[in-house]
Each structure stands twice: as structure tokens, then as C-alpha cells.
């Protein structure tokens, strides 16, 4: 008798000790998914003005202050694309693909066009798909902090990432 209290006394406390690792590892991958969460969503929104690389354009901005911009949506497409293929990792969802895949031809796309000879032509060559594709963004953008954002919506910006030229 003592020995069956001994053994189910053992599995009790192995069963406590399990759970216990089993609820601090899903607690740090909810950490990390917050924490790419919030970087998804500023990359986001640093990429949610492409209508000023419009302007820029319409009132002849200087060189450096285009390949300043194409910089700077080349960096945050990429912090995009890692992010997304992270949550892509983690819950295995398509819309987070989608997203990457986006993403990522952006940030070549963008960086293609900082370290052109000519940033202007490049942007200005594909100023209405840019266009296109910032509105897009904008919306995923209004529904990432909902949760809201859908399959179609990310298909949508990885079709239109498609028609850029280089």
C-alpha cells in the first residue's frame, strides 16, 4: 500500500511539474507573438505613407531625399517580412505568408531602387501600383490592431507587389 502512495504520490508531482514547463513555454510563445505583433504593425504603418513619395515626386524633391524614402520603406518591408514569417512559423496561417512574401518583394523592390542611378525614374515608373499597394496596406494596417485581417486582404497586397516593374 505504501508503495502504489509512494508511485501515484511520484506521477503527481511529475503530472504537476509537466504542466507547469508546459504552461511557461505556451506563456513565452504567446510573449514572442505579441512582440511580433507589435513589430508587424509599426512596419506597417511606416509603410502606410507612400502618398509622400508621391508628392516628393510631383514637386521634384532632390535625389537623396527619394532614395532616402525608398530606404526607408526598404527597411521597413524587411523588419515586415521577418516578422510575418515568424507568425508564419508559429501558427502556420497563409495570410502571414502572403504578408512575407509581399513584404519581402517590396524590401527587394525598394532597395533596388535606393541603390539605382536614378531612385526617381524607378519610383515614378511604378507610382500607381505603389499607390495601389499603400492602400492596401493601410487597410490591413486598420485591421491588424482588430484582428482583422484576412486571407483575401494579404492576397490582395501580394497579387499587387506582383505588378511592380523593375
Request: aromatic share 10%; charged share 20%.
Amino acid at each position: 500500500m505504501n508503495r502504489l502512495l509512494a508511485i501515484a504520490v511520484v506521477l503527481l508531482i511529475i503530472s504537476a511539474s509537466l504542466g507547469y514547463a508546459y504552461h511557461e513555454k505556451e506563456a513565452e510563445v504567446e510573449d514572442a507573438k505579441a512582440g511580433l505583433f507589435a513589430v508587424s504593425n509599426t512596419a506597417l504603418y511606416c509603410m502606410t505613407d507612400m502618398y509622400a513619395l508621391k508628392t516628393m515626386l510631383e514637386n521634384n524633391a532632390s535625389e537623396e531625399l527619394i532614395r532616402e524614402r525608398t530606404g526607408r520603406y526598404a527597411h521597413c518591408a524587411q523588419m515586415l517580412a521577418e516578422a510575418t514569417v515568424s507568425l508564419y512559423d508559429i501558427n502556420g496561417e497563409e495570410k502571414y505568408w502572403n504578408l512575407h512574401v509581399a513584404a519581402a518583394t517590396l524590401a527587394v523592390y525598394f532597395s533596388h531602387a535606393t541603390g539605382s542611378e536614378d531612385p526617381r525614374e524607378v519610383a515614378a515608373e511604378n507610382l500607381d501600383v505603389l499607390l495601389s499597394i499603400e492602400d492596401e496596406i493601410s487597410r490591413i494596417y486598420r485591421a491588424w490592431g482588430m484582428g482583422n485581417v484576412t486571407e483575401d486582404m494579404t492576397s490582395n497586397l501580394f497579387n499587387l507587389t506582383q505588378e511592380l516593374s523593375w
